[in-house]
C-alpha cells in the first residue's frame, strides 16, 4: 500500500514522543538524533511543532484518551499512545487541515508495526475533530509537588504561570552589536519579510540588543545568522548582561558557560574583558567555543572544561572582578521552552540541586576579588531556589552584600528580583547580585 | 480565527488592538455616537476611533433586542466575540452565536466587584489589590466562569484614573494570552467564581462626590483618590465650594464638629472628619484650575485666622 505523504515524520514524532513520555528521554535530545534522519526541512519542522504542542498539553490529551477509551491503554501500548497524542497535537494544537493530519497518522500506526490498530487511530481521532478536547485544567500539566510550591511561591499568579508556561514562546533575538546597530538589523528583517518589534519600554533598557519576532522560524533562515550577526537568546537571559555590567577590561568568570550565548553577550559589548568560560562538560564546552567562533569572537575568551567546585582543577588563584553563576536549577521558569521539564522532574531532585547552588555560590565566592560582584542567576520561579537560597548564603557570609537591581528586572523577592513566564514576552529567571566587601 | 470586538470607552481600547495585532478581528461594536462636548456635538466612541484607524468595520445598534441585529451578528460567522466594557447587555441569543462564545475582560478579581465602576470602587473600599479577569459570558451580571486572571498592587497613591490606565493595559495582556491560548489549541479551563466575596460596584453618581465630613478620613481621603479624576470629589469648606483632587488622612484626635476647619498650611488644609483629619492638598475654586493648597492661601485665603 502507497504511504499518504508525511507519515514518515508522524512516525518520528511518534518515536520522539514515546522516548519522552514514557522513557524519561530528554526532548532535546531525542530530536537531536532523529531530526537529522529526514531530509526535508518542511518535515523536520513539523516534527519539532508536533512535539512541542503535544508535550505542553499532553495531560489534557491523556485526560481525553481516558475518556474516550473504555479501558486504560496498558503499557504495552506505550507506542500507540504517543501515536495518538500525535495525531491529537496535529488536530488541536496545529490546527493542520483534518483529512491529511488524520490520514497521515493513520497510515504511521502502520508505519510502527501497529496496523491493527489503525482503525481505533481513526476513530478517535475522528471523535477529536468532531467533539473537541474535554475542557481540562492548565494546570493538571504541572505535577503535584511543583503545583504546591507555586500555590506558596506565587499565589496571585498562578493563572499567568501556567498560562505562559503552556504557550510557544516568542522568538527573542540578541543583535551582535559589534556588527551593526539594533535598528539597522531590524530593518534587515522587515526587509526579508519578517514582522520584528523591540522590547516593552522598561525593558528595553535592560536589554537594548533584543529583538521580538513573534512566530518561530529556523534560526538559519535569519538573516546574517551564519556570519555572526544575530543570536538566538531570551530576553530574560539577556538582562544578565545589565544586571552584571562588568567593567572594561575587567576579570569575568562564567562559571556554567555552555552554551556560551551569556559569555558572547558579555564580550559584544564589552570586548576588552577578560573572560573564562567554565563547563563541567566538556562536550557542552565545545558548543561555547561553537558561539564564539560563529560570532567571530574567537580567542577573546579562554574555555576550561572542569567542575566549578574543584577550584585546584582550574584556578589559578587571581581573583575575578566578576563572577557569573548562572546555577543548575529546576528549570521551572523555561516549562514553555522545555515542556518535558514537566515530565522529568522529580521533588526528590530538588534537594540536591539546592545543595549543588549553595556548594557553587560558597566556592565561587572565594574566587572573587574584594570590591568584586557576583551574579546569581536561576531560570527557575521557585524560592527555595531564588529567594532562600541568597538569603541562606547571605546569613553565612558575612562579607557578602546584596546590591539593589531595577525595578525592570522583576518582581522584588527578597534580596533578588525575579521575572515569571511570559513578564515582557521572557522567560521565568532570577537575578541577585552580590557584592564582596 | 474570526473575532467580533464589543466595546466602548477608553478603556476597551489596548484590548482591541491586542485582538487586532494579527487581524483577526472582522467587526467591531460600539455604542452609537452620543452627543458631548459644549457644542453637543454627536461624537464617536474611543474604541470607533481606534477602529475606523484600523480600518475596521464598525456596527452600532441601539440593542440586541431585534431578529435583524442577530442576523447581521451571526452573518459575521463568528468563533469568540471579545466584550469589554460595552455598556449594552447581550441577550443569550446573542451570547450562543460565536462557536467558543463571549468573553468579556473585567476590571477586578472577581467575585470581588461585579458591576459598573469596580475600579473606582475597589479604591474607594481601601483595597489593596485589583486585578483583571477574562470571563466566559453567561447571562448575569459578571457571574460567568473566570477563564484567566491577573493581579496587581493598589498604591496607596493610585488615583482611579492611574488605576483605570494600569487595569486597561493588563486587561488587553491578559485577553492576549487568552488569544495565543486558543491558536495554541488550548481552550483555557473555566473556573467557576467562588459563592464567597461577592461585592457590587454600582455606578459612580455625581451626588457621591459630594464629601461628608462626619466618615472617618480613610474613608474620604480613599473617595478622593477614587473619584480622580471623575467625578472628582467636591466638599465645602470655608464656605466655599471645592473640588478636590488630592488628600490624605491624619490619624489625629480633634474633639471638634466634624467639617470645622483645623488649619490651614502649606501642607494642606485640615478639616475634622467622624475620625480623624483629613488634609486637603491640591483643590479646584469653581472656574478656576487645580492648584495646590499653599498656592490657594498665596491667593489671599488666610483661613487661619
Partial sequence: ?437 | MRIVFAGTPDFAVPSLRAAAQRNEVVAVYTQPDRPAGRGRELTPSPVKREALLRGIEVVQPENFRSVVSKQALRALRPDLMIVVAYGLILPQSVLDIPTFGCWNVHASLLPRWRGAAPIQRAIQAGDRESGVCLMQMEKGLDTGPVLLSQSLEIGAQDTGGQLHDRLAALGAQVLSDGLGLLRAGIRPAPRAQPEVGVTYAHKLDKAEARLDFSQPAQVLADTVRAFNPWPMAEAQVAGERLRIHGAAALDEAHGMPAGTLLRAGREGLDVACGQGVLRIRVLQRDGGKAITAADYLNAGRDLAR
Fill in chain 1, 1 to 437: 500500500m502507497k504511504q499518504s505523504p508525511g507519515s514518515q515524520a508522524r512516525v518520528t514524532a511518534t518515536r520522539v514522543l514515546d522516548a519522552v513520555l514514557h522513557r524519561g528521554r530528554s526532548l532535546k535530545a531525542e530530536l537531536a538524533a532523529a531530526l537529522p534522519a529526514l531530509s526535508d526541512p518542511r518535515d523536520r519542522a513539523l516534527v519539532e511543532a508536533i512535539c512541542f504542542a503535544a508535550l505542553r498539553q499532553h495531560a489534557a490529551f491523556n485526560a481525553a484518551l481516558a475518556q474516550w477509551i473504555p479501558r486504560p491503554l496498558p503499557r504495552r501500548d506505550d507506542e500507540l499512545r504517543a501515536l495518538l497524542h500525535v495525531g491529537l497535537a496535529q488536530l488541536v494544537a496545529l490546527a493542520l487541515p483534518a483529512h491529511a493530519a488524520v490520514a497521515a497518522t493513520v497510515d504511521a500506526a502502520r508505519g510502527i508495526g501497529r496496523a491493527h490498530q489503525a482503525g481505533l487511530v481513526n476513530a478517535l481521532l475522528r471523535r477529536a475533530q468532531r467533539e473537541g478536547l474535554p475542557a481540562s485544567d492548565l494546570s493538571a500539566q504541572w505535577p503535584q509537588w511543583l503545583r504546591t510550591h507555586l500555590a506558596r511561591d506565587w499565589p496571585a499568579d498562578l493563572d499567568g504561570i501556567y498560562t505562559h508556561s503552556a504557550m510557544p514562546p516568542p522568538l527573542w533575538l540578541r543583535n551582535n552589536r559589534l556588527r551593526q546597530t539594533r535598528a539597522d538589523y531590524l530593518h534587515a528583517l522587515h526587509d526579508a519579510g519578517l514582522a520584528a518589534s523591540l522590547p516593552q519600554a522598561a525593558d528595553d533598557i535592560l536589554a537594548p540588543d533584543a529583538l521580538r519576532l513573534e512566530d518561530s522560524l529556523a534560526v538559519t533562515s535569519l538573516p546574517g545568522f551564519a556570519q555572526g550577526t544575530v543570536s538566538v537568546q531570551d530576553i530574560s537571559a539577556q538582562c544578565v548582561a545589565a544586571a552584571l555590567a562588568p567593567a572594561p577590561g575587567a576579570r569575568v568568570l562564567d562559571a556554567c558557560a555552555a552554551p556560551g550565548g551569556k559569555s558572547a553577550h558579555l564580550l559584544e559589548r564589552e570586548p576588552s574583558l577578560r573572560l573564562t568560560a567554565l563547563d563541567v562538560d566538556a562536550a557542552r564546552l565545545e558548543r561555547v567555543r561553537e558561539t564564539l567562533a560563529r560570532l567571530q569572537l574567537e580567542g577573546r575568551a579562554s574555555l576550561r572544561a572542569a567542575d566549578a567546585l574543584d577550584l585546584p582543577a582550574w584556578w589559578d588563584g587571581e581573583p575575578f572582578d566578576t563572577v557569573l553563576l548562572d546555577a543548575p536549577c529546576s528549570a521551572s521558569g523555561i516549562v514553555r521552552r522545555q515542556p518535558d521539564v514537566l515530565l522529568h522532574r522529580r521533588e526528590s531532585d530538588l534537594a540536591p540541586l539546592l545543595h549543588t547552588q549553595a556548594a557553587l555560590l560558597d566556592a565561587l565566592w572565594t574566587t572573587l576579588a574584594r570590591g568584586g560582584v557576583l551574579l546569581y542567576a536561576t531560570c527557575s520561579i521557585l524560592k527555595a531556589e531564588n529567594q532562600a537560597q541568597i538569603e541562606a548564603f547571605l546569613a553565612r557570609t558575612p562579607d557578602a552584600q546584596p546590591q539593589p537591581l531595577h525595578e525592570a528586572f522583576g518582581r522584588l523577592t527578597g534580596q533578588g528580583r525575579q521575572r515569571l513566564p511570559g513578564d515582557g514576552g521572557g522567560d521565568g529567571f532570577f537575578y541577585a547580585r552580590l557584592r564582596r566587601n
